[in-house]
C-alpha cells in the first residue's frame, strides 16, 4: 500500500523554539506539498516542491521554510515556532499533470498536530 | 483560479444513495475535476477524478455535466464510515512542462457528510 508518513502525530514546542516537521513518501512522486489545516479556514497551501532542492511558496509561507534533499524526503520546517502556528500540518505527494493528462491524485499523510506553547 | 461551490452541508440516511454536488461554471477546458474526502481526524484521500466523461471506481461514480459546469458524486451506497468533509477541486492541466503552481489543488470548504444509521 503506497503511503506518505508524517514522523509525529501529536507534536508539543515552546514559542521560539526551532522545528522540524519530516514528510517521507514511497511512491518516487516528484511534487511534494505541506497545508496547515484550521477550523474555519481549510486547508492552506505553505509550500511545495517538484523536484529535489527545489521549492516554491504557496499561499503562506511566511514563517516557514521547506527542505527538499532527496526525493522521497520533504521537511517543514518553523525557524521559531509561535502561537499562532499552532495547526494541524498535512504532508501530501503526488505526480504531476502533464501536457497529455492528468493521471494521478493525491496522497496525504495523517497529519501531525502541532502545539505550541 | 477556478472555483467550485459545494452545499455546506447534507445528510443522508445508511445504506441509501448519495448525490454530492459541485458547480464550477468557470471551468477551462483543461481542468480536470478532482475529488478527495477527509475524514475525522485523518489527511484527506483521494475518491475519484475526471475530464469530460462519467467515471467509476470502487469507492464512487463521478457523473460530469455535459456542459462540464457542474458535477456529481455518487456514492452508491452510505455506510456510516463514508461520513466525511467531502472536497470538489479543479485541478489545471499545464500546457507546457510542469513546473511552478500550475497543477496545484487548492480546496475550499467542502461539504459535510452526514451518515444517519
Known amino acids: 500500500d503506497v503511503k506518505v508518513t508524517q514522523s509525529s502525530r501529536y507534536l508539543v514546542k515552546r514559542t521560539g523554539e526551532k522545528v522540524f516537521l519530516e514528510c517521507v513518501q514511497d511512491m518516487d512522486h516528484e511534487n511534494m506539498f505541506w497545508y496547515r489545516q484550521d477550523p474555519g479556514l481549510g486547508l492552506r497551501l505553505i509550500y511545495f516542491?517538484?523536484?529535489?532542492?527545489?521549492?516554491e511558496k504557496g499561499d503562506i509561507p511566511e514563517g516557514y521554510s521547506v527542505s527538499r534533499e532527496k526525493k522521497e524526503r520533504f521537511s517543514l520546517i518553523l525557524e521559531s515556532a509561535s502561537t499562532n502556528q499552532t495547526s494541524m500540518y498535512l504532508c501530501?505527494?503526488?505526480?504531476?499533470?502533464?501536457?497529455?493528462?492528468?493521471?494521478?491524485?493525491?496522497?496525504f499523510g495523517s497529519g501531525t498536530r502541532l502545539t505550541v506553547v | 483560479d477556478a472555483k467550485t461551490t459545494q452545499p455546506n452541508s447534507m445528510e443522508s440516511n445508511e445504506e441509501e444513495p448519495v448525490h454530492l454536488p459541485c458547480n464550477h461554471s468557470?471551468?477551462?477546458?483543461?481542468?480536470?475535476i478532482h475529488w478527495y474526502r477527509q475524514l475525522p481526524s485523518q489527511g484527506p484521500e483521494y475518491v475519484i477524478h475526471g475530464l469530460t466523461s462519467n467515471v467509476n471506481n470502487r469507492m464512487a461514480s463521478l457523473a460530469i455535466a455535459e456542459d462540464r459546469k457542474s458535477s456529481t458524486l455518487i456514492l452508491h451506497r452510505a455506510t456510516l464510515r463514508d461520513a466525511a468533509v467531502y472536497y470538489c477541486i479543479l485541478r489545471v492541466l499545464p500546457v507546457m512542462n510542469y513546473g511552478g503552481s500550475q497543477g496545484n489543488l487548492i480546496f475550499g470548504k467542502g461539504t459535510k457528510l452526514s451518515v444517519k444509521p
Open positions: 468557470t471551468i477551462s477546458g483543461t481542468d480536470y
Open positions: 516542491s517538484y523536484d529535489v532542492k527545489m521549492k
Open positions: 501530501a505527494s503526488s505526480s504531476p499533470p502533464t501536457g497529455t493528462g492528468d493521471r494521478y491524485g493525491y496522497t
